[in-house]
């Protein structure tokens, strides 16, 4: 005799049944509430292309710092700390900056952009508005704003492909100047320390030489005699002008050359070599004869008698590709001058250039490329990520705050990070690099030395252990330049593992979770001069051949994979493009669709990352211009919150835990953690027995 089930016990079966739809809906319901806070507190540096000093710094002790994509920074105690201070600038790479000479009454600057804006604070740079009336479309390189900007209003802005243009009521409006000018594209600009007299300014010609203006910037002609075959990154102009009548202009790859007749002829200086990215002369020029020079390369170089001898004065720079200087106007008392850097952020020296110390806290733009998270991460709380050109930090407090961990490494551009699958126990984790091969650190992060013996190549991308690795010790490397390498012995010596890869970029490699068993891993390989040849590879022997496994892919360039933690049940592998979106497969690697409906499937996809319970939630994310969640296998995305940056999202990563975290690295805006609403924690929602009776 049938019996029909209880009310009280069919409501048990019914959320029993309904929970993983119920679950799926909350992440859903979560993903679009939540909101990502950033997380980049001791993450400091980034491309500073301009930095700009206030006039009166001995009493404000302010400093601007425009950046390649956090857009433009300031400091207020002479450079110990910085906040962003990018209030209405819409575009964010930043390229130049230009201060009032009255700054102290009218707290004015202005900011160029890449993207053809110049922008205007009245306030200190708190808040900003355009000042673009008149202003053709075109990179912004310089801007140059008149000694007597109090009274004229006048200031210059070069445009990459549009030429010269002028204002002379405070940025309210623009006129192109084309006299002498067409077809010619600025590089850099400098007006003469009494240009309301004497009306003259320079501008340095990317296709080479030096033009000047004698009436206000209206006419130009070519001041380049002896300056034959120099292509000129930029010029100054001296404090004391009107006397000595000396300019100096900064080429690339033949240094410093100085005119001392107002530009008639040039001569070269005693540096004859180099690129000069930017050029600072001592305020007491007269008597102190002293230069500074920042180079692509060779960092600061320092001549105490007008150019005539060089020396290096790098002592305490991480990096030596600087692109921007600034000396503070009583440089004669305090001796304090600034260099902005390619990639690593701000250094200040308070002793003439003798020493430089850090001086980018707060300066929040490094490029994040990578990203990792501890295996045991819901204990130990570790990540680690490496920034562009800047090494690698570690964070011990899920992000909370961060240190750099890169002693050992010969390489600051690090590729790509990897955990050992018991980094509990044996604290081993990889990091690759773009010219010195393989690194390893055996003690988390605290010391890291070079693991490349019979490695042939030292351009490495994508690392990845096996998940068996504390009894086969295996690791795979692949090659910037193609095919792979395998290591037998936790990266002690390396063997080819390329038979059947092309030679493109091995972008990014994945590795069953059952490889002791299955010995699968496949490789993304991106190929743009042979497309055919790009795509998904998979390997079924461990390494030793690959097979091109790409059916159904159209876009073959492929950036990066993730594969199943249910690999052994459900064969589920994904891929990332560089133009489609995300693709996947459900049978190993047989056959791909098309996996990316909700978001543009032309848009490059970055990085994919699935949830630690995968299995259970059927849950991933994808790195675009913002980041994406699926908690439908790729089924459908969805944007995850609302994203704050305006750089694209580089890398994502999700850190196990109930409930787990996800992180984003962004191109030049740090990185940022996604703070999930209590709907999204409560993964498992209660369910009350009653028993009937």
């Known amino acids: 005799m049938s019996r029909s089930l209880s009310k009280p016990l069919f409501l048990v079966v019914l959320a029993l049944t309904l929970l993983p739809a119920v679950q799926r809906s909350a992440v859903a319901s979560g993903a679009a509430q939540g909101t990502w806070a950033q997380a980049s507190n001791g993450l400091y540096g980034g491309n500073i292309q301009a930095l700009a000093i ?64 110049v922008f205007k604070s009245t306030d200190g740079g708190m808040t900003w508005e355009e000042a673009n009336t008149g202003l053709n479309w075109g990179h912004v390189y310089a801007l140059a704003i008149s000694p007597a900007f109090a009274s004229d209003r006048t200031l210059f802005a070069s445009k990459k492909t549009e030429g010269l243009f002028r204002s002379t009521n405070g940025g309210t409006s623009w006129a192109r100047v084309t006299a002498g000018l067409s077809g010619i594209n600025v590089a850099a600009l400098a007006m003469s320390p009494h240009f309301a007299a004497d009306r003259t300014l320079f501008a340095a ?88 020079v920042g180079d692509a390369s060779q960092g600061v170089l320092r001549s105490p008698d007008d150019g005539s001898t060089w020396a290096a004065r790098n002592a305490g720079l991480t990096t ?25 952020g701000v250094f200040r020296s308070q002793d003439r250039g003798d020493l430089w110390q850090p001086g980018s806290a707060g300066i929040t733009n490094v490029i994040v490329r990578c990203l990792a998270a501890s295996p045991a991460y819901g204990n130990d709380r570790i990540l680690f990520l490496a920034g562009e050109g800047v090494g690698v930090f570690r964070s011990t407090d899920s992000g909370a705050t961060w240190q750099r961990a890169s002693n050992g490494l010969t390489h600051s551009m690090v590729m790509d990070l990897a955990f050992s699958p018991g980094f509990a126990a044996d604290r081993t984790l990889y990091a690759t690099t773009w010219g010195g091969g393989v690194f390893r650190s055996s003690d988390a992060g605290a010391m890291w030395y070079e693991t490349n013996q019979d490695l042939p190549t030292r351009d490495v991308g994508p690392v990845a252990a096996s998940p068996a690795f504390a009894s086969d010790r295996t690791v795979f490397v692949g090659g910037i330049n193609g095919g792979a390498f395998r290591s037998t012995d936790g990266g002690d010596s390396w063997s080819d593992a390329s038979n059947g890869l092309p030679l493109g970029w091995t972008r990014a490699l994945a590795i069953s979770p059952r490889f002791a068993q299955d010995r699968t891993l496949f490789a993304g390989v991106m190929h743009m001069a042979k497309p055919s040849q790009a795509g998904v590879y998979r390997s079924t022997n461990g390494g030793d051949t690959w097979v091109r496994s790409s059916q159904g892919i159209t876009d073959t360039q492929v950036v990066a994979l993730a594969i199943s933690p249910d690999w052994g049940s459900d064969h589920a592998v994904f891929a990332a493009t560089s133009d489609s979106g995300v693709f996947k497969s459900t049978d190993g690697g047989d056959h791909w669709v098309w996996a990316s409906r909700g978001v543009d499937p032309y848009f490059n996809t970055n990085s994919l990352a699935l949830s630690p319970d995968y299995a259970r939630d059927g849950t991933l994310y994808a790195a675009f211009t913002s980041v994406n969640v699926s908690t439908d296998r790729a089924t459908t995305w969805s944007p995850l919150g609302s994203a704050p940056w305006t750089r694209y999202a580089a890398i994502v990563a999700v850190a196990p835990g109930n409930p787990h975290t996800v992180f984003v690295g962004t191109d030049g805006q740090s990185l940022w953690k996604f703070i999930a609403p209590q709907l999204l924690r409560r993964l498992f929602l209660p369910v009350i027995v009653r028993t009937a009776g």
């Open 205 to 292: 010609a990317y296709a080479g030489g030096v033009l000047r203006s004698t009436d206000g910037g209206t006419s130009w002609c070519p001041a380049d005699g002896g300056l034959a075959g120099f292509s000129v990154l930029n010029v100054a102009v001296s404090p004391d002008f009107a006397s000595n009548r000396t300019v100096y202009a900064g080429t690339q790859q033949a240094g410093l050359i100085k005119s001392t007749d107002g530009g008639a002829q040039w001569y070269p200086t005693g540096l004859v070599a180099g690129d000069v990215t930017s050029i600072a002369v001592s305020p007491l020029h007269e008597g102190k004869r002293v230069l500074f």
């Open 320 to 344: 030596l590709g600087v692109l921007s200087l600034a000396v503070s106007p009583q440089w004669d008392q305090d001796g304090i001058l600034f260099a902005g850097t390619y990639l690593g």
């Open 54 to 117: 206030s006039p009166d710094f001995a009493h404000d002790r302010a400093l601007f710092a425009a950046t390649m994509g956090a857009g433009v920074f300031k400091s207020t105690d002479g450079g110990n700390t910085w906040e962003l201070r990018s209030n209405g600038i819409h575009f964010l790479q930043v390229s130049s900056l230009a201060i009032s000479p009255a700054y102290s009454t009218d707290h004015t600057l202005f900011a160029g952009t890449l993207h053809g804006r």
